[in-house]
């Protein structure tokens, strides 16, 4: 059974980087499928952050390019999210998921972990 | 502000039928095959209920079916049973811009 597990810290500086680790258990990412990164603001809808693959073929929402990095860690089965300048508007729920290819469909999720961005 | 417009709720009762509703564009829902609706209960992880519009993951009970037209996605649920009230969220692929969402529909069964 594939899952999947994120850790770090729940609260980050403004202008500081969030970062995020999400542990894989029951599948190697070095095989087939994308790995991403979804977000919930509270109160509002899912946005999906970005995806890679295990190529090093990385996929980011426009929105946020800028300011995003995600990374695999292959010896150990996971793969990382670093959000840099953050804001206030970037407290939200963050999952980590398997990516079907990016498109929308994430066949495995997270629990979830709860990031607030305050001083 | 999510990319694709669904009702905030959806309610019925055990063992009637409820369609939820997911609108884009033709940039998305009503360009590509690739729609996808999630099952969220809070606190817990979002699970895939359908994938490219109408097929169901192993697993996934057939009282959940998916379907299209045009730009409009639906999700239906037959004979509702009470651990079907959740949250569900619609996504489809956009094209460069890849995935997105909806803002998520809150299915109470009366």
């Known amino acids: 059974q594939v899952q999947l597990q994120e850790s770090g810290p729940g609260l980050v500086k403004p202008s500081e980087t969030l970062s995020l680790t999400c542990t894989v258990s029951?599948?190697?990412?070095?095989?087939?499928?994308?790995w991403g990164w979804i977000r919930q603001p509270p109160g509002k809808g899912l946005e999906w952050i970005g995806s890679m693959y295990q190529s090093g073929t990385t996929f980011y929402n426009p929105s946020l390019s800028s300011r995003v990095t995600i990374s695999l860690d292959t010896s150990n089965n996971q793969f990382s999210l670093n959000l840099r300048s953050v804001t206030a508007a970037d407290t939200a729920v963050y999952y980590c998921?398997?990516?079907?290819?990016?498109?929308?469909?994430?066949?495995?999720w997270g629990q979830g972990i709860l990031v607030a961005v305050s001083s | 502000q999510s990319a694709l417009t669904q009702p905030p709720s959806a309610s019925g009762s055990p063992g009637q039928s409820v369609t939820i509703s997911c609108t884009g564009t033709?940039?998305?829902?009503?360009?590509?095959?690739?729609v996808s609706w999630y099952q969220h209960h809070p606190g817990k992880a979002p699970k895939l209920m359908i994938y490219e519009v109408s097929k169901r993951p192993s697993g996934v009970p057939d009282r959940f079916s998916g379907s299209k037209s045009g730009n409009t996605a639906s999700l239906t649920v037959s004979g509702l049973q009470t651990e079907d009230e959740a949250d569900y969220y619609c996504?489809?692929?956009?094209?460069?811009?890849?995935?997105?969402f909806g803002g998520g529909t809150k299915l109470t069964v009366l």
């Open positions: 029951g599948y190697s990412i070095s095989s087939t499928y994308y």
């Open positions: 998921a398997r990516d079907r290819g990016v498109r929308g469909e994430f066949d495995y």
């Open positions: 996504a489809s692929f956009a094209g460069t811009k890849r995935g997105v």
């Open positions: 033709s940039s998305d829902v009503g360009a590509y095959t690739y």
